[in-house]
């Protein structure tokens, strides 16, 4: 079966940095994202990787190796507006999406 | 419009009733996707239309029905709603369905099925 897996809630400090892991089990790989959901609103986009290595945008970054079917979401700076919910999925052999349940992200100041 | 729009926002509907759920993009992308979000699932995918005129089921199609007569439109329809179907529903649109392109989402349909 096709599972993607991260952890459901997360706490951290304002200021701080936070990893978000994601492991994933898919059939066939076609590239992975991350996106950011705030409560009540809709995914918005944020990543994608899809050769092994970092991808840095600003304060998040992006890390992914396929050989481990593994990848993290760096956020550094953290800012109160970070608290949100963080999408992984991963593009499977027919190019559809398959989707964590989501990190909940919690800021304190 | 800008971007992806969806209509109604939320809604509360009886048991057996029918209802149809709007999205409409002005991005002119080729594909466009249904999903529903429920509490500590991810995203599950309805259907899915890789290009005006054709359709495709996704991972959780029973008791949906969708059509794509223009690039713009997308619609999904209950046929007979029940209790299950409570959920948060999301449209969203790519450029292309061949490739792991962007998808950019609507604000969502919140529907109660009683």
């Known amino acids: 079966g096709q599972n993607i897996d991260q952890p459901t809630e997360m706490t951290a400090t304002e200021g701080a940095i936070v990893q978000i892991n994601c492991t994933y089990q898919t059939s066939g790989f076609n590239g992975l994202f991350w996106y950011q959901q705030h409560a009540g609103e809709a995914p918005t986009f944020l990543s994608y990787n899809v050769l092994d290595g970092l991808e840095e945008k600003g304060r998040f970054s992006s890390f992914l190796s396929r050989s481990k079917g593994y990848s993290y979401l760096l956020l550094k700076e953290l800012q109160m507006k970070d608290s949100a919910s963080y999408l992984c999925?991963?593009?499977?052999?027919?190019?559809?999406?398959?989707w964590g349940a989501g990190t909940k992200l919690i800021i304190k100041p | 419009i800008a971007g992806i729009t969806q209509a109604p926002t939320s809604q509360i509907l009886a048991a057996g009733r029918r209802m149809t759920l709007r999205c409409t993009q002005d991005?002119?992308?080729?594909?466009m996707y249904w999903y529903r979000q429920d509490l500590g699932l991810g995203l599950r995918l309805i259907h899915y239309s890789n290009t005006a005129g054709t359709t495709g089921k996704g991972e959780v199609p029973d008791g949906y029905s969708v059509s794509r007569a223009n690039t713009d439109d997308f619609p999904l329809t209950l046929a007979s709603a029940v209790p299950s179907q409570t959920s948060v529903y999301f449209c969203a649109s790519s450029t292309t369905s061949g490739g792991p392109d962007t998808q950019y989402f609507g604000p969502g349909t919140r529907l109660t099925v009683l």
């Open positions: 999925a991963v593009g499977d052999s027919n190019y559809q999406l398959i």
């Open positions: 991005m002119r992308h080729n594909a």
